[in-house]
């Protein structure tokens, strides 16, 4: 073989495998895969917490309320404007409000009218207990016994009095307050008939006129019947 011959072959071949040869494709870095877009879609998204249902009557504002008719613990009777605590003494209502921490009262009537005369007001009964000095005296409801007010003592007491004709002229029930005195300084028939009662009785006393107003000028005349609540002695 020629010279020139040999060399077409040889630059055939290398022009053949020069059209056989792939490129080999430059490394680029590749973009990695969307793992932390997979984890969050796998995740739930966070929500606000939800606020807790509260009953309606939670909502509403917490009044405490007193009722006279339920006497509140530590108390064993409400009535007239106070109330009796267990164990002895007495309580106004305000004073049993500010110890609840009540701010309404119910079953409280907004007037309250004359309490109506007993039956027996015209004079008193057979059974009636009467002393030396005329004045006569029932136990309605009895008290603890255990205390009597002496002729200097100071008393806190609820009353209605009435001539015999059935005719109220007076009642601290009405104006809501006991009435606090010394025994020293009301009429005779007040001092010797409270001097017979315990705290928490209740008598009705049938005061002849001596010993009441003794005909004193614009105060009832005749004798005069009292029911008595004694409240305290101070």
């Known amino acids: 073989m020629n010279p020139l011959h040999a060399l077409s072959v040889v630059l055939c071949l ?39 249902a509260q009953p309606a009557e939670q909502l509403q504002s917490r ?23 267990i164990g002895g003494g007495v309580a106004s209502y305000v004073q049993v409000m500010q110890e609840m921490g009540a701010t309404k009262i119910v079953g409280v009537p907004a007037s309250r009218p004359m309490p109506q005369p007993p039956v027996d007001v015209a004079a008193p009964p057979a059974d009636a207990m009467r002393t030396p000095s005329g004045l006569a005296s029932k136990v309605i409801s009895p008290g603890d016994g255990a205390r009597r007010p002496g002729p200097n003592s100071v008393v806190s007491a609820h009353y209605t009095g009435w001539t015999t004709d059935g005719k109220a002229f007076d009642s601290s029930i009405v104006r809501g307050t006991p009435a606090t005195f010394p025994l020293n300084r009301v009429f005779p028939g007040w001092t010797e008939g409270l001097m017979l009662m315990s705290i928490g009785e209740t008598r009705r006393l049938w005061i002849p006129q001596e010993l009441a107003f003794n005909g004193a000028p614009g105060r009832p005349a005749g004798t005069l019947v009292f029911d008595v609540e004694l409240l305290e002695i101070r």
């Open 14 to 52: 290398a022009t053949l495998v020069g059209c056989k040869q792939t490129p080999v494709p430059s490394k680029t870095p590749s973009s990695p895969p969307p793992v932390a877009a997979k984890v969050e879609a796998s995740v739930p998204a966070k929500t606000a917490p939800q606020p807790v």
């Open 63 to 85: 009044e405490v309320v007193f009722d006279p008719r339920s006497p509140p613990a530590g108390y064993v009777n409400c009535h007239n404007n106070h109330c009796h605590k």
